[in-house]
Structures are given as C-alpha cells and as structure tokens.
C-alpha cells in the first residue's frame, strides 16, 4: 500500500490549525443539518405544493416518503462508499448531487419531476451524512475538541427534524413552498466552498461488495416501504405483506453473505460489540418515539388548536432549543466525566416525564404553561441522548469502520422513525373512533358546515388519542432507558 492510499491518521497528518476548526465544524454542522432537516421540512408545505402543482391525494405522500425511502435504503452503501473511495471525495460529490437535485425539486414542473428530485436528495444525503461523522473525527484531536464536535453534531441530528419544521412553514408562509427546496442550493455551494477546510479522512483501498450493496439496499428499503405502507393501507395490505416478507429475506441474504464475504460492506464485528449494539437499539427506539412525536404534534397545533404553518413552524422553537443546548452544550461536557448510560439513562427519563405531560394536552391547553414547557423538558432529555450514544458508536471502532458504523446508527434511527409514524397513528386514530366514531371525519364535516358542538366533540376525540399516543411514545422511551441501561455498559465513553 502507498503512503497516499494509507487513512489520514495512519499518515500521521495532524489536525487544522485552531482558526480553521470553528469554521470547519460550521461546514460539517451545516451539512448534516440540511440533510436531517429535509427529512421534514416539507411536510407543512405538502398543502401548498399540492394546490400549486395539482397532485393526487395518493400521490402526495410520495413527496415525503420518496425522500425518506432513499435515504434510509442507501445509508449503508453511502457510509461503505466514503470508507473505501474517500469520505471526503464521497462527500463532496454527495453534497453536489444533492445541491442539484434541490435545485430540480425547487423549479419541478409536475409531481413526477418532484418525487424523482425529492429521491435525488435523499440518496445523496446517504452518501453525505455518514462520512460527516468520519471527518469530524479526523478534522479534531481526541479530547475536548472533538468531544464539543460530537456534540454540535449530535445537536444537529436532533435539532435538524424540528428546525425543518419550522423552516418549512416560515419559508412556505413568507414566500412558497419552491423555497423550502431551493434554500439548500446556496447553503450547498457554501458549504461546499467550505470543504476546503476539512482535513480529509483518508480512504481504505479495496473494493465495494457489491452482493451486499444490492441485498442490504434492497431489503431495507423494502423493509421501510413495507412499513411505510402499512400504516397508510393497513397491515393486511398484500403489497405491504409482501415487501415486508421480501424485506426480510433480501435481509437475512444480506447478514448471512456479510459473514462469508472477504471485503463485507457491514462487517459483522461491528455489532459484535455489546455496547455498541445497545446504542443502535436505543436509538431506534428513540427515532421510533421521536418522529411520532413530531407528527402528532403538528396535528394538535394544526388542526385542533387552528394554527397557521407558519405559526405551527415557530411553535417549535422549545423543542429546538433544549435539543441544541442540551446537545451542544451539556451532554459533551457530561459525557467526558461521567460513564454514556450515566448521561443517557436519566436523559431518557426527564424525555418519558415531559412526553407523559404532552399526553395530558386537552383542546384548550396553554401554549405558554403547557405544550412550550413540555416541548422544552422533552427536548432537553433527547438532547442528551445523541452526543453519548454517537460517541459509543464511534469509540473504539476501527477508523476503517467509521463510515459505516455512522451509517448503521442513522439507518437504525430511520427505520425506527418510519416504525413510529406507521404504528402510533393507528393507535391514536383507534382511541379517538373509541370516544366518537369516526372522530377525524367528524372533525372536517364540523370545519366544513362550521357546527360547533360537533368540533368540538370530535377536538376531544382527536386529542384524546394522541393523548394515548404520546403514552406510547413514554413507553418506547421507557423502553430505550432500560436498553441503554441494561445493555451499554462500558465506564468512560472512549473515541477512536
């Protein structure tokens, strides 16, 4: 092997100078919040675009599940490709890719341009996110640089979902939805402009497995489709049978070809390592609770208390603050002293008390004495979850595997999400039918012929099962407390 094909650590290169690392974390910030944040930074937009582009009811949701089927299908094979062709180069041409296919989405004549762009995205920004965490490890020293790094990216994974949905009904309210797309093409150039200042992470020579790439792509993003479809059509649904079926068998050929593979794209040690495990099976099912938590939200904010998108969007400022002060700030500073389940246990805690609050949400709840403060204690617990567990993940792990380790954390967080939002709204559309039949077509009969008293009896209905959603949601995050508890078990949260 030449001196040049050796990772960057091994070649002994040392760190930027301390008047580039600032500006070198903004740059990789910046990125992996444009690309968490598209996640869902069109969902309060869909009703604009749909009036503006004329498409289908049925259509619609492909606007959001193109981008979320892409990017979680392909995160695996994206972290792979920056451990073995370079996380920089890999980078940066993620980030070109996904630069232009914003730009496509934004000036999108139809709906089939749309979805094809929106997929665009969120298959660069598999490419794009993993090696994110790659650079940030080889761009600052171990110690307390890098552990402050880890933290703004951390932040940023939290942070990222709730400030799309604010970005998203602030931009489509003051100018439309285009913009919701084509702000990134500007942010994108900039960044990157602003690679430059990244220390490159190396790259380890030797080729992608390929059986693996199609498998593992395949089988996930059919796993995540099947779930997707399920909650819309129904878990019965024999076309989400049948990709959840094949979801699994594209799967179990996955595992079973990574253990006899050379060059494997998910090597099998990864998981081999007991703390590492029990992070990524915390964070499922924290993006699992997490994401469920957004949608029924914006459902109470939107339809029950009648708030505009772009007040529904500034109504989320509580949740995102605590999860970038929590994240940023607290969590790094916690998780160099004190063992990952010492911060995460209790953080999942004060989350489970702040969700048992929002359960008791009525129709005419405060904002300022009671979803704000609930939001805030919720997303102050999740913002110390993100920063330890990534560094678990991370620490230790061979730098050959950190693109992929980063990859399998964020498919684990995806696959959860997508597990949420199919689950729990059936559970709370069944408690709300249970206080009034049919209590959502209730609800719209009573906007439309302006009937008072049937709306609201069907707001109590309708907030009664979120109510019982937002208990399952402490149960799943319960659940994550005992996991990290039991399960991760190292003292001190080393990084490789």
């Not at 792979?80 to 004549?109: C, E, H, K, N």
């Not at 339809?303 to 969590?331: D, E, K």
């Amino acid at each position: 092997m030449s001196v040049e094909d050796r990772p960057a650590a091994a070649r002994g290169a040392t760190p930027p100078t301390s008047g580039h690392q600032g500006l070198a974390l903004f740059v990789l910030a910046t990125a992996q919040l444009m690309i968490i944040l598209d996640s869902t930074i069109m969902n309060i937009a869909l009703p604009s675009l749909q009036e503006d582009l004329g498409i289908d009811s049925a259509q619609l949701a492909w606007v959001v599940t193109a981008y979320v089927l892409a990017f979680g299908g392909l995160l695996l094979i994206g972290g792979r490709a920056g451990d073995i062709f370079g996380r920089l180069r890999v980078f940066r041409v993620g980030l070109t890719v996904f630069t232009l296919a914003s730009l496509l989405g934004g000036l999108a004549p139809n709906e089939t341009v749309l979805i094809a762009a929106r997929a665009l995205q969120g298959a660069a920004g598999a490419v794009v996110a993993p090696s994110t965490l790659a650079l940030i490890v080889a761009t600052f020293a171990e110690g307390p640089a890098r552990r402050r790094a880890m933290g703004v990216y951390g932040s940023m994974n939290g942070v990222g979902s709730t400030l799309g949905l604010l970005l998203g009904g602030v931009l489509t309210a003051s100018l439309n939805w285009r913009w919701v797309l084509l702000v990134n093409v500007p942010i994108g150039i900039a960044v990157l402009a602003g690679t430059r200042l990244l220390k490159d992470a190396g790259h380890n020579p030797g080729r992608l497995d390929v059986r693996g790439a199609v498998t593992g792509t395949m089988g996930l993003t059919s796993l995540v489709y099947g779930i997707t479809r399920g909650g819309d059509e129904g878990w019965g649904d024999p076309l989400t049978i049948g990709a959840l079926l094949l979801g699994a068998v594209l799967l179990g050929v996955f595992l079973a070809l990574q253990r006899s593979t050379p060059q494997p794209m998910m090597p099998l040690r990864l998981l081999k390592d007991r703390d590492r495990a029990g992070s990524y099976a915390t964070m499922m099912l924290i993006g699992a609770g997490m994401f469920a938590m957004y949608y029924f939200l914006t459902l109470y904010m939107q339809q029950i208390l009648g708030w505009s998108a772009l007040r529904t969007g500034l109504s989320y400022l509580p949740l995102s603050l605590g999860m970038f002060v929590a994240g940023g700030f607290v969590a790094p500073r916690l998780a160099a002293r004190f063992p990952t389940r010492a911060v995460t246990g209790p953080g999942l805690a004060l989350s489970v008390l702040g969700v048992l609050w929002l359960a008791t949400l009525t129709p005419d709840s405060s904002y300022a004495f009671h979803l704000a403060p609930a939001m805030l204690v919720t997303s102050l617990g999740l913002g110390l979850c993100f920063v330890p567990l990534t560094i678990r993940v991370v620490g230790s792990v061979d730098p050959r595997d950190t693109g992929i380790a980063s990859g399998v954390l964020q498919t684990t967080t995806q696959v959860g999400g997508a597990l949420g939002l199919s689950l729990l709204p059936g559970i709370a559309a069944g408690a709300a039918d249970d206080r009034l039949p049919a209590a959502s077509e209730s609800f719209f009969r009573a906007v439309a012929e302006d009937d008072g008293t049937l709306r609201a009896r069907a707001a109590d209905a309708l907030t009664h099962g979120y109510g019982q959603a937002f208990l399952v949601v402490a149960c799943l995050y319960a659940v994550a407390m005992v996991t990290v508890l039991a399960a991760v078990t190292a003292r001190k949260s080393r990084q490789s």
